[in-house]
């Protein structure tokens, strides 16, 4: 059972990044998936979740029409593209499982998450 994130990077202040998340070991069409991401000593943000079936999404104010979640359920896989992108953006991002809209201070035992892709936004 593994989630890999990848797609992040160094990126000018209104730059535009992808970033991807592909599941193994377990039947991703089943999951909502939510990406968080963890500021330098900073608890977890929710950026934004998708769910299964009818595609409902959900974004945080702090990046409401500027980020946008996709899934492709044949490719196991969950993306977040990521514009406009401001300073305030600079984290590390996870993908989880699960529909997970509330701010937490660190990972729950229980949440299945990857090793998380680096995002610095930066001129």
């Known amino acids: 059972v593994q989630l890999v994130e990848s797609g992040g990077g160094l990126v000018q202040p209104g730059g535009s990044l992808r970033l991807s998340c592909v599941a193994s070991g377990f039947t991703f069409s089943t999951y909502s998936m939510t990406w968080v991401r963890q500021r330098p000593g900073q608890g977890l943000e929710w950026v934004s979740a998708i769910s299964t079936g009818d595609i409902q999404t959900a974004y945080a104010d702090s990046v409401k029409g500027r980020f946008t979640i996709s899934r492709d359920n044949a490719k196991d896989t969950v993306y977040l593209q990521m514009n406009l992108l401001k300073p305030e953006d600079t984290a590390v991002y996870y993908c989880?499982?699960?529909?997970?809209?509330?701010?937490?201070?660190?990972?729950?035992?229980?949440?299945?998450r990857g090793r998380g892709t680096q995002v610095t936004v930066s001129s």
């Open positions: 989880v499982t699960g529909w997970r809209t509330v701010d937490r201070p660190t990972f729950p035992d229980s949440w299945l």
